[in-house]
């Protein structure tokens, strides 16, 4: 009898310890950056999305054993830059784009969205990307809810291919010197030797326009890459726009070319000056001979107390 009550009893408590674990489990809350879709997991449930927990909530019950995917509810942004300290936890990286007269352009910008809360737009988000992995830069394979690595490996791999292709569909219908100054520089240079007129490229309204077209491609071509609206307040801002670096030193080379030419230009311009402001000063001189005397007086060292022009003897005593 003793023997099949202690049975009884480690059974119970057997039972027991998961169950209090499961309950305890079962209480989740989330900050106020954060928004929880909840999916079930008991022993005899199915794995279908329970609840959604919007942000900011007090302690909820969510159920023995369900999983919780917190995703983030502020705005959040995406940077392409070559600036180690600005970069994302997707690293260094730059996009480039041959523009239409074949110059690889590197582009680097910001992408600004948030997450869609409504609640049937994120359980079907969910559904469709928080169920599987993805490939992180450390090698791992995190959930999107997984932290900011998980994100980071999602936004990677669904939603970075869809910005380069809008930044390759509108800046590669552009010629180099729209879109860089110091390109424009270069392309100058070439039709001058060739003997046509050039025009200045105003390459800050080309970037706004590309900014826009970006924009707008963006807003039309997420929704139906990723199978919904998913992310609102898309918005990219198109940061900088560089050369490769041969082709940023042909410019830098025409740049100190050009500054070459313009010294010596602006040495050419101040002799002539004086060529002519000499003769025109002998001129004077020449109609005046008493007004060249006067010049050369005043000319003269301070303290000089005899002067005797034309005299080759003349005696010069300075004061004491």
Wanted: with cysteine.
């Amino acid at each position: 009898m003793r023997i099949t009550l202690s049975v009884i009893l480690v059974l119970a408590a057997l039972l027991a310890i998961p169950t209090v674990i499961g309950a305890i489990g079962g209480l989740e809350s989330t900050e106020g950056g954060e928004i929880a879709v909840v999916r079930d997991g008991g022993w005899f449930d199915d794995n279908q999305v329970r609840q959604v927990i919007d942000p900011g909530s007090g302690l909820t019950w969510t159920g023995m054993w369900s999983s919780v995917h917190p995703y983030p509810a502020q705005q959040r942004f995406y940077t392409i830059t070559a600036d180690a300290k600005r970069a994302t936890t997707l690293g260094v990286d730059v996009v480039t784009v041959p523009s239409s007269d074949g110059v690889n352009l590197g582009i680097e910008g910001t992408l600004y969205f948030t997450l869609n809360l409504d609640h049937d737009t994120l359980k079907k988000f969910d559904d469709k990307y928080g169920t599987r992995t993805y490939r992180a830069q450390n090698g791992e394979s995190p959930a999107a809810w997984d932290g900011d690595d998980g994100w980071s490996a999602f936004f990677g791999q669904a939603v970075r291919p869809v910005v380069d292709n809008a930044l390759r569909g509108q800046l590669g219908n552009m010629r180099c010197a729209e879109l860089v100054p110091s390109c424009s520089l270069l392309a100058n240079t070439a039709l001058k030797d060739q003997g046509a007129d050039t025009k200045t490229q105003d390459s800050n309204t080309n970037i706004t326009r590309v900014q826009n077209a970006v924009n707008a491609t963006l807003a039309r071509d997420l929704p139906e890459t990723l199978g919904g609206e998913f992310f609102t307040g898309l918005r990219f801002t198109l940061a900088k726009v560089t050369l490769p670096v041969e082709v940023q030193q042909a410019v830098d080379r025409s740049l100190a070319a050009n500054a070459a030419v313009s010294e010596a230009q602006a040495r050419v311009a101040q002799a002539k000056a004086e060529s002519a402001a000499n003769q025109a000063r002998q001129e004077g001189y020449d109609k005046c001979p008493a007004c060249a005397e006067i010049d050369k007086l005043k000319s003269l060292p301070q303290g000089i107390t005899v002067y005797a022009p034309g005299n080759p003897q003349s005696i010069v005593v300075p004061a004491r």
